[in-house]
């Protein structure tokens, strides 16, 4: 498991503040506003001023970089998870600042998620750049959004050069088909929580599986984070109010604790791999690369780590 983090995805979590706007069905179930905003007050949720956060969280990559040097590895820092780094109702200045930092801890490998892939290239270059450290990734929660976002998130491939880019499948809420060219460079699936007064909706086995199998035949790393409240009934045995689909799937209510993390009984934990080219520079997408799966369907560096595939070849 994560050092300061529960994602399966990420070594850290850094939010340099706190606070967002809801924009797509995916943000019904906020876990960052239940959080934050209903349970602590930290900040309000929608049109109002950002939380920046304290000097300690500014500091913390720096602990991090310091780390990774003694260890000689590349974690993964997820940036934010309490927040959307390409939030335009952002004070400018503060993303210059977190920008800043990024480009001082170069061994950090900064993953930057939004569900406002259209503002990325527009607020990096305002910031000074995108960091070199910086892999780009966007939510996709159905055909929608994968059809928006993953259009703007190769463009911002292009323009930018990130480290890698990848899909935050989570919460899946319909079937995805990605669109020819658009492929990120890391596949990561999930289903829905409950948070709050809000209910998770169910999400069909098969979505999952479409996924993983699109990535598969792409040869891009796959990462299954969670199944969410709902599981499919194959995957978990026990008692739980039952949703059947349309065409005779059936999952389970369980709550995500006795749900887990497998798909047909596998756990895919499959990282991308960001080689260095010196000590403090990272290659651009080209040295990205599914890291070997064992025939547990785990990742075959170092399991116990969340951020076992990368590191300096």
Same mark, same amino acid.
């Given at each position: 498991m994560a050092e300061n983090s529960?994602?399966?995805? $990420?070594?850290h979590t850094w939010n340099p503040w706190i606070g967002c706007t809801k924009i797509s069905p995916a943000c019904d179930g906020c876990y960052a506003e239940a959080l934050m905003d209903k349970r602590f007050s930290r900040a309000q949720w929608g049109n109002h001023p950002r939380a920046r956060t304290g000097a300690h969280t500014w500091n913390d990559p720096f602990r991090w970089q310091r780390q990774a040097e003694k260890d000689g590895d590349r974690p993964f820092v997820f940036c934010a998870s309490l927040a959307d780094i390409f939030d335009n109702q952002v004070d400018p200045q503060w993303r210059v600042d977190a920008f800043d930092v990024m480009r001082r801890t170069p061994r950090l490998v900064y993953l930057l998620l939004t569900k406002r892939p259209q503002t990325i290239v527009k607020l990096s270059d305002a910031? #000074?750049? *995108? /960091?070199?450290?910086?892999?780009? #990734?966007t939510t996709v929660e159905d055909q929608k959004r994968a059809d928006i976002n *993953?259009?703007? *998130?190769?463009?911002? &491939?292009i323009e930018l050069q990130p480290l890698f880019t990848f899909g935050s499948f989570e919460p899946l809420l319909g079937p995805v088909i990605i669109p020819p060219g658009l492929m990120p460079g890391w596949i990561i699936t999930g289903g829905e929580t409950d948070q709050g007064t809000h209910l998770a909706r169910p999400t069909h086995p098969g979505w999952f599986r479409s996924l993983r199998d699109q990535a598969a035949a792409a040869g891009v790393p796959y990462h299954h984070k969670q199944n969410g409240e709902w599981v499919?009934?194959?995957?978990?045995?026990? /008692? #739980?109010?039952?949703?059947?689909?349309?065409?005779?799937? $059936?999952? &389970?209510r369980t709550g995500k604790r006795l749900s887990g993390r497998t798909l047909d009984h596998v756990e895919h934990n499959t990282f991308p791999e960001v080689a260095a &080219? &010196?000590?403090s520079l990272?290659?651009?997408?080209?040295s990205l690369r599914a890291a070997p799966a064992t025939p547990s369907g785990r990742c075959g560096c170092l399991p116990a780590r969340s951020t076992c595939c990368v590191g300096t070849k």
């Open positions: 529960g994602i399966s995805w $990420t070594r910031a #000074g750049g *995108l /960091p070199s450290n910086a892999a780009l #990734g *993953l259009a703007a *998130l190769e463009v911002a &491939r499919s009934v194959s995957e978990v045995s026990g /008692p #739980g109010q039952h949703f059947t689909f349309g065409d005779g799937a $059936t999952v &389970r &080219r &010196r000590a990272f290659r651009s997408s080209s």
